[in-house]
T-cell receptor, first 113, second 114 residues
Framework: AAGVIQSPRHLIKEKRETATLKCYPI?????VYWYQQGPGQDPQFLIS???????DKGSIPDRFSAQQFSDYHSELNMSSLELGDSALYFC????????????FGSGTRLTVV | KQEVTQIPAALSVPEGENLVLNCSFT??????LQWFRQDPGKGLTSLLL?????REQTSGRLNASLDKSSGRSTLYIAASQPGDSATYLC?????????????FGEGTQLTVNP
């Protein structure tokens, strides 16, 4: 069965650079979520999209932005990167805003040096 | 604001033991609750999903229960194996806002010793 695909798997950036993370949800899933997991921490909700519209916003820095495209894939854009942005970034998708649960991708490990 | 707590934070058991992981949440108006497994540095693997109208779900050696009124869920693992070693995360979805974001507990780190 198709899963949630995230790219790249690993990313190394320098401070003040920009990074773009991509997420391809399970086909026919209409909701995409982004989470950030710092070392030794639980995942923290950043932002979600339902049918290509932003549906909820969590603790996402103003330096970050995201969008969902017509083919339902989503991108998380992170600018002016800081050392503290180093984390695992997960994308999850669901049908009908979580009615049948959530499926997570394998994550993108971002390291800012 | 929903808060999710998991007890214990870490657990080490010998192979073959039955064990219970606990999850509590502060807002009982949940939409659903999901248990995940996470291996070090890896993604989240869904184990069991319990809808707010359900009391329990079972999959193989795993059984999860839900008591909304008391704000508690338990994950029961029968006949534990070394391959069960991982961090187990409980996550709760509320329907108070659109999107039904998940709020996670801090996890229970399980080690099953051969």
């Amino acid at each position: 069965a198709a899963g949630v695909i995230q790219s790249p798997r690993h990313l190394i950036k320098e401070k003040r650079e920009t990074a773009t993370l991509k997420c391809y949800p399970i086909p026919r899933h209409d909701t995409v979520y982004w989470y950030q997991q710092g070392p030794g921490q639980d995942p923290q909700f950043l932002i979600s999209f339902y049918e290509k519209m932003q549906s909820d916003k969590g603790s996402i820095p103003d330096r970050f932005s995201a969008q969902q495209f017509s083919d339902y894939h989503s991108e998380l854009n992170m600018s002016s990167l800081e050392l503290g942005d180093s984390a695992l970034y997960f994308c999850a998708s669901s049908l009908l805003e979580g009615t049948f649960g959530y499926t997570f991708g394998s994550g993108t490990r971002l390291t800012v040096v | 604001k929903q808060e999710v707590t998991q007890i214990p934070a870490a657990l080490s058991v010998p192979e073959g033991e039955n064990l219970v992981l606990n999850c509590s949440f502060t807002d009982s108006a949940i939409y659903n609750l999901q248990w995940f497994r996470q291996d070090p540095g890896k993604g989240l693997t869904s184990l069991l999903l319990i809808q707010s109208s359900q009391r329990e779900q079972t999959s193989g050696r795993l059984n999860a229960s839900l008591d909304k009124s008391s704000g508690r869920s338990t994950l029961y693992i029968a006949a534990s194996q070394p391959g069960d070693s991982a961090t187990y995360l409980c996550a709760v979805a509320l329907r108070e806002t659109s999107g039904s974001r998940l709020t996670f507990g801090e996890g229970t780190q399980l080690t099953v010793n051969p």
